[in-house]
């Protein structure tokens, strides 16, 4: 990199962010994990959470999803807060509780349904399945089905979609149909589901060997910079829209998954998204980027910057 950027993390005045910068960065020794647990914000967050393991969603569409449902949608939001960003597991009760309640929703196929109604969802399924993955539940058995079934669902060209997406239906007035729709599986994959999808069988170390993972990363490498093939993420500007934790598909999450394959920077594909972030690094080290959703934080461009360093980091090893 042209600028050194490990210095505005260490002195950034966030306990998190520091404790991860020494310990990934610069691989020191820290102290346990478990000091980030009874920060302000942590304990905040955990102290709203409902009886049955879940978090409250406020004011949703229940045209779209039912209460129950909406809740599942938001305990995944906080969930990815947790982990990402505090570095709870499975040994914190919190993470005991909402593990239960988001296993709750798997289905006897495999896949974690409801956040999309009756339809399939490979994205919210891997989403979930991955940072359960992380907090320590890397043998559970609801975990091996759920791969089972992401094996089970993919297009024919190694990749995932919306099943919904692939016959050309609306999110928004299919997701309350009884008939849950079945992909078609001759349509192209999506970038977008596809990479959402890798994160989960690269958080697991098993996984992440395997030929699908591979595979599957071959073709979202192939895809960085260019259209979806469905109009959730119909164009390319969405590749430089970041998120921390992660969300969706961008540039930042992508790089992050295919940097965990053993896939190397000299790889063509991989150079022109390194590059990309290279050219956008700011003379103080920091990254000014378009953040699409902050979750409140203010700290959120500190925790891209910090996720750029640690993809780095792995395609320099």
């Known amino acids: 990199m042209r600028h050194d ?19 990934d960065l610069l ?3 820290v102290e346990s994990v478990k000091d980030l647990w009874s920060l302000e914000i942590a304990e905040r967050i955990l102290g709203k959470q409902q009886p049955d393991g879940s978090w409250k969603y406020k004011n949703g569409n229940y045209r779209i ?12 939001r906080v969930l990815r807060v947790l982990v990402e960003k505090y ?4 040994e914190h009760p919190a993470i005991e509780k909402a593990a239960e309640f988001l296993f709750g929703f798997q ?12 339809q399939y969802s490979p994205n919210y399924t891997a989403g979930i399945m991955e940072l359960l993955i992380k907090a320590g539940y890397i043998e559970d058995p609801q975990i091996e089905k759920g791969f089972g079934w992401l094996l089970s669902i993919r297009q024919k060209d190694g990749g995932w979609a919306i099943p919904l997406r692939t ?8 997701t309350m149909k009884s008939r849950t729709i079945e992909p078609e599986r001759s349509k192209p994959s999506s970038w977008l589901v596809t990479g959402v999808v890798l994160r989960a069988f690269t958080a697991h170390p098993g996984y992440r060997k395997s030929r699908e993972a591979t595979a599957a990363g071959k073709i979202l490498k192939s895809r960085l910079f260019k259209r979806d093939s469905y109009p959730d993420r119909g164009t390319v500007e969405y590749w430089t829209r970041f998120t921390f934790p992660f969300w969706f598909t961008d540039l930042l999450s992508a790089l992050d998954s295919l940097s965990k394959l053993g896939l190397g920077s000299g790889d063509s594909d991989i150079a022109v998204g390194l590059e990309w972030f290279f050219k956008a690094q700011q003379p103080t080290g920091q990254w000014k980027l378009k953040i699409l959703n902050s979750g409140g934080d203010r700290d959120t461009h500190l925790w891209i910057d910090l996720a750029i360093c640690r993809l780095i980091k792995r395609f320099d090893a």
Not at 9 to 19: D, F, K, M, T, V
Not at 65 to 76: I, M
Not at 87 to 90: A, C, D, E, H, N
Not at 168 to 174: I, P, R
């Open 5 to 23: 950027p490990i210095p505005p993390l260490l002195s950034c005045g966030n306990p998190a962010i520091e404790y991860f910068a020494k310990r």
């Open 27 to 29: 691989n020191q020794r």
């Open 65 to 76: 999803r039912s209460p129950q449902n909406y809740d599942q949608l938001e305990t995944y």
């Open 87 to 90: 570095g709870l597991v499975r």
């Open 107 to 118: 289905t006897s196929d495999g896949d974690l349904r409801g956040i999309y109604g009756n």
């Open 167 to 174: 016959i050309n239906a609306n999110l928004s007035t299919m």
